[in-house]
């Protein structure tokens, strides 16, 4: 065996977790986002993380401070926050940083609606209408047009601020596999000539405006990453690559030797916990999807905050199970502000906390340039050469 500083590390993605405007937040319209900030000042003293209080997430931003997330005395580990060098703000954009390959050209954003040419494409091919082709919130667009698509059998095609097409469904009249397969077909064409980052199935179900919901199925179809990624690297060196949640779908299925959707983030963390019984030598990388698609686009700042708890709770559970030559690594891939105007993700600053039984030492790891040294960090932990891309942070880990 590899004499590694640390032989398992979990990392976990809180999705769209920010903690304050990025320095590029104006190019991004996003001057004021905050997203655990405003969680904090609407929660207040019943903001109730003690064990990501213990972590030192309060310590992260103490200037401003967060209202309900104090700093802690006495931090179990290291703490800091990075800022993202991608020129997007959507999840692709920030997992694949974190992996090493930040993305530097644009990619192709609609925010009127789609071409013509290709709606129509997607119409021959499902041998279904589409509707809406314009911006809308998840939420929204299945209220106002659901019944419409149970009545017809169209296809609800829409967008966001980021560099999606997403198309919601009611299962009931256009069951999974086929909505994954028009999914997947859309995948196919819009790589070279539209760009598109994602494509993303969401399947909901109901019987009436009332009762429409978005299901748990819901299945990302991403662009798959023009270099090798981190992932990629350890995987190539025989380490074992587990992804929990849309961790395969964000990586196109590449570098990973055993993965898992999951349904929300009580299920990610349980399938994390899972893990830790487990002995594989390697990365759990898990993403936690609840905080940016059910409250963030939905600006529902009190059942994201609930959300946080709830994470806290499986979280001091996680933190009982791990070994002493374990490392996890807690962190956001862009924000997502309940408290902020609009319905689309916010350029912000992520949190960085990182934790092993082993560490003798606390402290801060200042803000890093790039989201990449987390990936620095797994190729340094794990002895393979760096990308050059990040710069690693383990010899700061005491």
Known sequence: MVNYQYHRIFGIVLDSLGIGEAPDAKKYNDIGADTLGHIGAYFGEDLKIPNLKRMGLGNVRQEPSIRGIEPSSDPLGYFGKASEVS??????????????????????????????????????????????NQPYSGTEVIFDFGEEQLRTG????????????????????????????????????????????????????????????????????????????????????????????????????????????????????????????????????TNLVDFDALYGHRRDIRREGEALMAFDRLLGRLLEKLRWNDLLIITADHGNDPGFRGSDHTREFVPLLVYSPSMTRRGSLGVRKSFADFGATLLENFKISNNELGKSFLNQLI
């Open 87 to 132: 020129v997007g703000k959507d999840s692709m954009d920030g997992h694949w940083e974190m992996m090493g390959v930040p993305v530097t050209t644009p990619l192709g954003f609609f925010p009127n609606g789609f071409p013509t040419a290709l709606i129509d494409k997607i119409q021959r091919y499902s041998g279904r209408k589409v509707i809406v």
């Open 154 to 285: 169209s296809l609800i095609v829409y967008t966001s601020g980021d560099s999606v097409l997403q198309i919601a469904a009611n299962t009931n009249v256009i069951p999974l596999d086929e909505l994954y397969r028009i999914c997947a077909y859309v995948r196919s064409i819009t790589i070279d000539q539209y760009c598109l980052g994602r494509i993303i199935a969401r399947p909901f179900t109901g019987e009436s405006q009332t009762d429409f919901a978005r299901t748990g199925e819901r299945r990302d179809y991403t662009l798959e990453p023009p270099v090798a990624t981190v992932l990629d690297d350890l995987y190539k060196a025989q380490l074992d690559v587990l992804g929990v949640g849309k961790i395969n779908d964000i990586f196109s299925n590449r570098g990973i030797s055993q993965g898992w959707h999951t349904r929300n983030n009580e299920e990610g963390m349980l399938k994390t916990l899972e893990m830790t019984s487990q002995d594989f030598e390697g990365f759990c990388f």
